[in-house]
Structures are given as structure tokens and as C-alpha cells.
């Protein structure tokens, strides 16, 4: 909790497996209450020194206005730049009844009445963000670990400690992300860590179902089980895409062999020497899978070492000129905090203009007006509809340079999602104002 706020949500099956003892209830609570206490201490005095208010975090805009003492209109702007905060502190020059950007004088920024930030924590978020996180799980465990985990997770429920732990941290993390803007795997990586147990208790309870059924003297039901389960364990090895670059695939094999082997083993009625099978012997061979799997990349090194930020710092600093502020997105990564921690210029997100409220046509012109050289790096045909809208066009003449995908980065512009795009970078300029 002291590096990700969201984790006191640990505290929610940590708090059911304490009420699991009455007899020890008020002792477990009160050193659980110690232990996270001195836990978070220093995320408390960080909290302290930067906002004034133990509670108040500084990366949680969304509850900003819950913790804050102040109503967020009583709030003045304060931006980490000087240009920033005069950029929006002037009414807007524009002929009285205008209803577009008029010609008698270039625009100027419109006031801002409060610092914004935030505002992705939202329930109408969950209609776009929850498809999209379950996708996430989908791709990072697989349909045969999430079809076993929801019958651990029903399974489970005879077994208070497993559910506890994992069951309402899963739908509750799950849901509670999802109210953000976006999706996103690290957010999720708690419910990949713990549906894992799910999936090998769902995984036990399929592989001892054929031996359950025949210590109860029901044959031809074990039978018909153990035929089930292994035909669904040979569609799910057939189905597998092997060519995944990841050991999924033969965690997959793992799991599917080792609960048909397990019901096949149970037909003989010994239910426990099944699920002990399943459970070591799957707990066993996924462990070594994974080891093995990881060590392939022990020797790789990530593509962005020192010679490439050397050539993307000369790069750069060789096609800006002047005091350059670079304007660009964060749908190709995360370029601004490298454009600014690596070279002289300063970069913004369009994204982090909107949450301020500043337009950016307005912000430009004040940049440019305080002798700052305003560039665009977008991806290409993100650009081209940016700078046709009505409200550039008017005021703005541009210079424009395609960047090819191959080259984005030498542009800092590098994500794992993607190996490189076309790019403009677009420097903006002031039209001249008539007479």
C-alpha cells in the first residue's frame, strides 16, 4: 500500500480469514491493524509532507475532494510550470457573438477555475473497461485456467480459507478496476495471483469427480465422467495456440493432462489418491513449467539500453529548435516522461491539457507567445484529423515531418504494445494576425 494505494483491498480477505476465529477475533484484528499501521507509515508521512493531510494521497485525484478539507472550487491552480499556470489565466480574445474562432486576433487561454485531475473512477466506466479486463484475464490465464478457476471457485466453498482468500478479492478488485478509463494487467495483478489457486482447486475437483462418483457405487456414472473429462481435456490440448509466445500453451497441456490422467486414476474409487495426484503432481510440474519457461529470457535485455537513448536524445534535440514544448498522446506510450527525464524539452500530454480544462489551441498561443517553440508528435493519422479541425486550422500553420514506424523510436516513442508507428512531428506556428 505504501507504492499502490488500491492495495488496502487486500485488507477485504484478510479480514475474512480473521473472523474465521471467534476465539481469537479482537487479537488478530488488533495485530493485523499494528502490522498494516506501520505498514503504511510511510506513505502516511509522504502524504503529510505533500498534501497537508495523512489521508489525502497525491495519485488519487478521484477521492481528492473526499479528503480534502476544501471544496475543489476554493482550489487555485498550481502547475508544475510557470508558462502553465499564465497559460490559462486570460480570458479568450474573440469577437463578441462569434461561435467560432474569428480572425481579428489570435487566440488567448480561458481561465481555469480549479486544478483537474482524475475523474476515470466512474460506474458508467464499466460497460467499455469490465469487457476489456476480462480480456486481459482471458489472455494471461487462459480458457481452460478460468473455466477450471470458476469451478474452484464454486468448489471452494467448502473450504472457507481458500474462498476467502481469493473469491471476494477477485470480484471486488475485478469490479473496482473496472470503474477506471482504461484497462490494464498490473492493475489486475493480484486476481492473477491468487485465481491461480482457484484454478488448481477447480482442476482437483474435476480430476476426483470420476472417483467421488464410484466409491458411491456408481459406475457407470464414474465412467461417463472420466470419458467426459478426458475428451475435454484432448479439445482444450487441440484447441491450445502453441505458437503463443508465452507458456501458457503448456500450462495448459499440463493442466489438461493431469485431470485426465487424475480421473482416469479415480476409476478404481480411490478418490484421495486422486486429488493427492492432481494436487502435487499438478502443483509440481506447473512450478517446474513456469521455472523453466522463465529462464529463456534470463540473458535478454530490454531493446532500450544506452545506446538508444543516446541516439533518441541526439535525435531529438537535433529536430527542435529553440525552447521546445512537444505536445503528444499517451495512445502510443508513455514518450513525454522520457522526452523530459532524457533531453532538454519539455513534453505534455494532450490528455493531461483536457483534464485541466485549458483548450489547447489557446495553450499553444500563450507558449508561443512566451517565446517557447510549440511541436505535435502524433501518430500519424491522428494528426492529420487534429490539425483539420476548424479550431487549429484557423489559427495554426504548420511544418510538418513523417516519421516512419521504424524510426518512432528514436522519438522515445516505445511501448510493448506495439513495435514502432508512423508519426508527425508537427511543428506549430501563429498565423500572422490581419492588420
Known amino acids: 500500500a505504501s507504492t499502490r494505494v488500491d492495495a488496502i483491498l487486500y485488507l477485504i480477505p484478510a479480514a475474512g480469514i480473521a473472523l474465521l476465529s471467534r ?23 509522504y502524504n503529510y509532507v505533500a498534501t497537508g493531510n495523512p489521508l489525502r494521497p497525491t495519485q488519487a485525484m478521484e477521492v481528492d475532494a473526499v479528503m480534502s478539507r476544501a471544496t475543489p ?20 480574445v474573440v469577437p463578441a457573438g462569434a461561435s467560432a474562432p474569428g480572425r481579428a486576433a489570435a487566440p488567448m487561454p480561458r481561465p481555469t477555475p480549479a486544478l483537474v485531475q482524475g475523474g476515470g473512477l466512474r460506474i458508467s466506466n464499466l460497460a467499455s473497461t469490465l469487457p476489456a479486463n476480462l480480456v486481459v484475464l482471458r489472455h494471461a490465464l487462459g480458457d481452460l485456467g478460468l473455466a477450471l478457476g470458476l469451478i474452484g471457485a464454486f468448489a471452494a466453498w467448502r473450504m472457507p480459507v481458500l474462498f476467502l482468500l481469493t473469491v471476494p478479492y477477485a470480484v471486488i478488485s475485478v469490479l473496482f478496476f473496472s470503474l477506471w478509463t482504461l484497462p490494464g494487467p498490473r492493475y489486475l495483478a493480484g486476481v492473477m495471483l491468487l485465481f491461480p489457486l482457484l484454478t488448481l482447486e477447480g482442476a482437483r475437483f474435476v480430476a476426483v469427480l470420476p472417483a467421488a462418483l464410484a466409491a458411491r457405487g456408481m459406475r457407470r456414472g464414474a465412467l461417463a465422467a472420466a470419458v467426459a473429462v478426458v475428451l475435454a481435456a484432448v479439445l482444450a490440448i487441440e484447441t491450445t495456440p502453441f505458437a503463443a ?6 500450462v495448459n497441456v499440463v493442466l489438461a493432462a493431469g485431470v485426465a490422467v487424475s480421473a482416469l486414476v479415480g476409476l478404481r474409487g480411490d478418490a484421495l489418491l486422486a486429488a493427492r495426484f492432481v494436487t502435487v503432481g499438478l502443483g509440481v510440474a506447473l512450478t517446474a513449467l513456469l521455472v523453466w519457461r522463465s529462464t529463456g529470457s534470463l ?3 530490454a531493446s532500450f539500453q544506452r545506446p538508444q537513448v543516446e541516439r533518441a536524445r541526439s535525435t531529438v534535440e537535433q529536430a527542435l529548435e529553440g525552447r521546445p514544448v512537444v505536445v503528444t498522446t499517451t495512445q502510443i506510450g508513455r514518450p513525454a516522461e522520457n522526452l523530459n527525464y532524457y533531453t532538454r524539452v519539455n513534453a505534455l500530454y494532450l490528455e493531461e491539457i483536457l483534464r485541466w480544462r485549458a483548450p489547447v489551441q489557446y495553450l499553444m498561443a500563450r507558449l508561443l507567445r512566451l517565446g517557447f517553440s510549440v511541436y ?11 490539425l483539420a479541425n476548424p479550431y487549429i486550422s484557423t489559427w495554426y500553420e504548420t511544418e510538418v515531418r513523417a516519421i516512419p514506424a521504424a524510426q518512432a523510436i528514436d522519438y522515445f516513442v516505445a511501448s510493448p504494445y506495439h513495435r514502432g508507428v508512423d508519426l508527425w512531428l508537427v511543428r506549430m506556428r501563429l498565423k500572422e494576425e490581419p492588420g
Do not use: C, M, N
Open 299 to 301: 540473458a535478454v535485455r
Open 245 to 250: 509466445p508465452s507458456a501458457l500453451p503448456w
Open 376 to 386: 505535435l508528435l502524433l501518430p500519424t493519422e491522428y494528426a492529420k484529423a487534429w
Open 23 to 45: 476465539a481469537a477475533i479482537v487479537r488478530r484484528f488488533a495485530l493485523g491493524a499494528l502490522g498494516f499501521t506501520i505498514g503504511v507509515a510511510p506513505l502516511l508521512a
Open 73 to 92: 472550487q476554493a482550489e487555485e491552480p498550481r502547475w508544475s510550470w510557470p508558462f502553465a499556470s499564465d497559460a490559462v489565466a486570460a480570458e479568450p
